[in-house]
């Protein structure tokens, strides 16, 4: 139980109230230990609408075609990232899976990568990057990375594509230079991605609960540090749906502390959170 002093009076029934919308509308599963975490995000959402208490505050939260209910999900969602994180699986893309897909899809001369969960969209261009190193427009083939998350706020800086040099950490100076441009006057201290990589990519607002607006067939998905959120048979509801639009025998990424052991049987462990789809 915390002890800090609370400027507004955040009871137990509060935090089931608000726990169980989450879980209901994102899948996401909050323990009693982010209960301090959840107060201090969401007074700021308070002093926002004006509201001065959580009783009120839990009622404007059962219209969710509120405009608040946006702000709310935002707000609890937690967006960790960074350029090149779990960067083994940056190397198995590079140098085991896009060999593969490319083999199997040289007809087409077409790929599709899904990034779900991209926050504000560092994966995604670290993803991109790859691509395009293994890949380059030279060779003729269509490729394009589909980058999803619930929280609107991180798909605009992902969309946007410009950070805070001191944030673009793992980048090596080689991608450095290749991939982004230093901003000059005001904006000395910041970094924009490449347009090149930017025009494979399409952000979209995606609950991943809800019904997928495309059929696939997806050739790789990155799903990291999503899932460990959900409970289990949200995870197995979820992997399933990620199955039935992943081509035969494609991979599949997920966080450094997520598995698939007793979650699902449409996919094979090939390798530490790196997964391939067998039905």
Same mark, same amino acid.
Request: aromatic letters at 10%; hydrophobic letters at 35%.
């Given at each position: 139980?915390?002890?800090?002093?609370?400027?507004?009076?955040?009871?137990?029934?509060?935090?089931?109230?608000?726990?169980?919308?989450?879980?209901?509308?994102?899948?996401?599963?909050?323990?009693?230990?982010?209960?301090?975490?959840?107060?201090?995000?969401? +007074?700021?959402?308070?002093?926002?609408?004006?509201?001065?208490?959580?009783?009120?505050? %839990?009622?404007?939260?059962?219209?969710?075609?509120?405009? =608040?209910?946006?702000?709310?999900?935002?707000?609890?969602?937690?967006?960790?990232?960074?350029?090149?994180?779990?960067?083994?699986?940056?190397?198995?893309?590079?140098?085991?899976?896009?060999?593969?897909?490319?083999?199997?899809?040289?007809?087409?001369?077409?790929?599709?990568?899904?990034?779900?969960? %991209?926050?504000?969209?560092?994966?995604?261009?670290?993803?991109?990057?790859?691509?395009? =190193?293994?890949?380059?427009?030279?060779?003729?083939?269509?490729?394009?990375?589909?980058?999803?998350?619930?929280?609107?706020? +991180?798909?605009?800086?992902?969309?946007?594509? *410009?950070?805070?040099?001191? $944030?673009?950490? /793992?980048?090596?100076?080689?991608?450095?230079?290749?991939?982004?441009?230093?901003?000059? /006057?005001?904006? $000395?201290?910041?970094?924009? +991605? $490449?347009? =090149?990589?930017?025009? @494979? *990519?399409?952000?979209?607002?995606?609950?991943?609960?809800?019904?997928?607006?495309?059929? /696939?067939? @997806?050739? *790789?998905?990155?799903?990291?540090? +999503?899932?460990?959120?959900?409970?289990?048979?949200?995870?197995? @509801?979820?992997?399933?749906?990620?199955?039935?639009?992943?081509?035969?025998? $494609?991979?599949?990424?997920? /966080?450094?502390?997520?598995?698939?052991?007793?979650?699902? =049987?449409?996919?094979?462990? @090939?390798?530490?959170?790196?997964?391939?789809?067998?039905?």
């Amino acid at each position: 139980m915390s002890l800090v002093k609370k400027e507004f009076k955040f009871t137990q029934q509060h935090f089931n109230h608000i726990r169980d919308i989450v879980t209901e509308h994102s899948g996401i599963v909050l323990s009693d230990a982010k209960r301090d975490m959840v107060y201090s995000r969401l +007074v700021r959402r308070l002093r926002k609408t004006g509201l001065t208490n959580f009783d009120d505050y %839990c009622n404007l939260l059962e219209d969710q075609n509120h405009e =608040e209910f946006t702000h709310f999900s935002n707000a609890i969602t937690t967006n960790l990232t960074s350029f090149f994180r779990e960067n083994h699986h940056f190397d198995m893309l590079a140098e085991t899976a896009l060999p593969e897909i490319m083999a199997r899809n040289k007809t087409t001369k077409k790929i599709r990568v899904w990034s779900a969960g %991209c926050s504000t969209g560092m994966e995604t261009y670290s993803i991109a990057m790859v691509l395009k =190193e293994v890949i380059p427009d030279s060779l003729g083939w269509d490729v394009k990375i589909l980058a999803t998350d619930l929280d609107t706020n +991180v798909l605009e800086t992902a969309s946007n594509g *410009i950070y805070k040099e001191d $944030s673009v950490t /793992g980048v090596t100076d080689v991608r450095m230079s290749r991939w982004f441009m230093k901003g000059r /006057g005001e904006n $000395s201290d910041k970094l924009k +991605v $490449s347009k =090149e990589l930017r025009d @494979i *990519i399409t952000y979209n607002q995606l609950n991943l609960l809800n019904p997928f607006p495309f059929s /696939g067939p @997806i050739d *790789i998905i990155f799903c990291r540090n +999503v899932v460990i959120y959900f409970d289990k048979p949200t995870q197995r @509801i979820l992997f399933d749906k990620f199955a039935n639009i992943h081509a035969h025998d $494609s991979y599949l990424f997920i /966080g450094h502390s997520e598995t698939l052991y007793n979650v699902t =049987e449409r996919y094979k462990l @090939i390798r530490n959170t790196v997964y391939k789809k067998v039905s």
